[in-house]
């Protein structure tokens, strides 16, 4: 699998940020974990963006992912699965009933993708 670093970095920003700032209240949480069942437990961690600069960058990609989300939801549901829920790649594989390869290369088409997006706004900014 051929994940792009820096991506990879600014996801897992992003994934920090959007467990604290879309942290459920219990009882939704409670809730949520029985509709998932043993197979879907989130990984809920309590850390928290470490400032300004990563809260920047986390709200960057979050508005490359509402575009994702809408143009490529199976992309997108992969970023979700790994970053925000913190699964590994083998449970938001069968999450999604696909096969590792598959769900591989759709971490990597939404890897390429943002850095893409990301290097365009760059150099036109």
């Not at 990609?61 to 790649?89: E, Q, T």
């Not at 083998?90 to 390869?101: N, V």
Request: net charge positive.
């Amino acid at each position: 699998m051929h994940m792009i670093p820096e991506i990879d970095n600014k996801l897992t920003v992003w994934g920090d940020w959007v467990r604290v700032e879309r942290q459920p209240s219990l009882t939704s949480l409670l809730g949520k974990l029985m509709d998932l069942g043993p197979s879907g437990m989130l990984s809920i961690q309590s850390s928290k963006a470490s400032g300004t600069a990563d809260n920047a960058v986390a709200e960057s990609v979050d508005r490359y992912l509402a575009i994702m989300k809408s143009k490529w939801p199976l992309c997108y549901k992969v970023i979700k699965y790994k970053y925000w829920f913190g699964w590994p790649n083998e449970q938001g594989a069968k999450e999604m009933h696909k096969s590792l390869t598959v769900y591989k290369e759709l971490l990597n088409k939404a890897h390429s993708w943002l850095d893409g997006a990301m290097t365009d706004l760059a150099i036109r900014n």
